[in-house]
C-alpha cells in the first residue's frame, strides 16, 4: 500500500486507525472536546479514510468515537477563529469539510458509524454521510447550524438524497435536536440498540457484510447509487445496464454463480 506510509497514520493526534477481522476502525480520538471537528481533525480524517479505502486488511469501515459524544460538530474554538476569515478562507475551509463528506460518501468500501453519543450539526453530517448507521436510546442528533446563524449547507446535498426534501426542510429549518427513536423514524440511523450491544452488534454486521458478500458487487452498489439519482432516466437505466453487463464477466460473478450452481457456500472474505 503507498498512499500513505505507515508512519504517518501512527502520528495522527486526533484519530486512531487500526484493522481486525476485516473491519478497518476509524475512531475520534478527541474526548475531552467531545470529538469537534478542526481543520486539523477533518485532515486528520481524511487522510485515516483514504488509508482505509487502500488497506487490503480492510473490508468495511467502520466509524466510531471516544467518550460520552460522537460528535459535537464544529470545535468552538475553531469558530471563534473563523470570525476572522475572509471569503476566500471560509470557501476553503468549506471546501475542505466537503470534501470529507464526499469521499466518506463515495468510498469504495461500505463506511458504517457507530454512534455511541450525541451527534449534533457537523457531526451529524458525519453519521449521515455513512452508508448505515447505529446508535444507542440516549444519543441525540441535529443540524443545529439554523440556531446560531448558520447553514447546514453540505450536509443538505446528502440529506436530500437520504431522506427526501419534507424531511430536509422539516430538519433543517428548525434545528430541532431529535431522539435516536426520532432519527430512526426519520431514516437517519439504521437501528437503536442498548449501549453494551452496540459494539457488538456493529462489528457482528460489519462481519457479515465482510463474508457474505461480495467487495466487487457491494463497491459497484456504492458507485450506482451515488451516481444514479442526478442522471435523467433514460441515461440512468443505460448506465444501470452497462454496470450489469460489466458485473457478469466479472470475477466475483464468475465465482458466484459457480458456487450457486454446484450448491456450495461461499465465503467473500477468502
Not at 466509524?63 to 470570525?83: N, V
Not at 455513512?130 to 447553514?151: H, M, N, Q, S, W
Not at 419534507?166 to 435516536?180: C, I
Request: net charge negative; aromatic share 8%.
Amino acid at each position: 500500500m503507498d498512499n500513505m506510509p505507515t508512519q504517518e497514520l501512527e502520528a495522527l493526534r486526533f484519530i486512531r486507525y487500526e484493522a481486525a477481522d476485516a473491519i478497518g476502525y476509524i475512531t475520534l480520538n478527541r474526548p475531552e472536546k467531545r470529538n469537534a471537528l478542526s481543520a486539523d481533525m477533518v485532515s486528520e480524517l481524511k487522510m485515516a479514510f483514504e488509508f482505509a479505502e487502500e488497506d487490503d486488511a480492510c473490508k468495511v469501515v467502520v466509524l466510531r468515537a471516544e467518550g460520552a459524544a460522537f460528535c459535537a460538530g464544529a470545535d468552538l474554538a475553531y469558530i471563534q477563529e473563523l470570525q476572522g476569515f475572509g471569503y476566500t478562507d471560509n470557501l476553503a475551509d468549506s471546501t475542505h469539510l466537503m470534501q470529507l463528506f464526499h469521499q466518506i460518501y463515495t468510498l469504495k468500501k461500505v463506511v458504517i458509524a457507530q454512534v455511541q453519543g450525541h451527534a449534533l450539526a457537523g457531526g451529524c453530517g458525519l453519521a449521515t454521510v455513512c452508508d448505515f448507521a447505529f446508535t444507542v436510546p440516549e444519543a441525540r442528533f441535529g443540524y443545529t447550524e439554523v440556531k446560531i446563524g448558520f447553514l447546514p449547507a453540505i450536509v443538505s446535498v446528502f440529506l436530500l438524497r437520504k431522506i427526501g426534501e419534507g424531511r430536509t426542510k422539516e430538519l433543517l429549518l428548525t434545528g430541532d435536536v431529535l431522539s435516536a427513536q426520532r432519527a430512526l423514524e426519520l431514516g437517519l440511523v439504521t437501528s437503536v440498540l442498548a449501549p453494551a450491544e452496540l459494539a457488538g452488534h456493529v462489528h457482528d454486521f460489519a462481519r457479515r457484510l465482510c463474508v457474505e458478500n461480495s467487495t466487487q458487487s457491494m463497491e459497484a452498489i456504492k458507485e450506482m447509487l451515488a451516481r444514479i439519482p442526478e442522471m435523467p432516466l433514460e441515461d440512468s437505466l443505460r448506465y444501470a445496464a452497462q454496470m450489469n453487463a460489466e458485473a457478469r464477466g466479472s470475477h466475483d460473478c464468475r465465482r458466484g454463480i459457480a458456487a450457486f450452481l454446484a450448491k456450495e457456500k461461499i465465503t467473500w472474505e477468502n
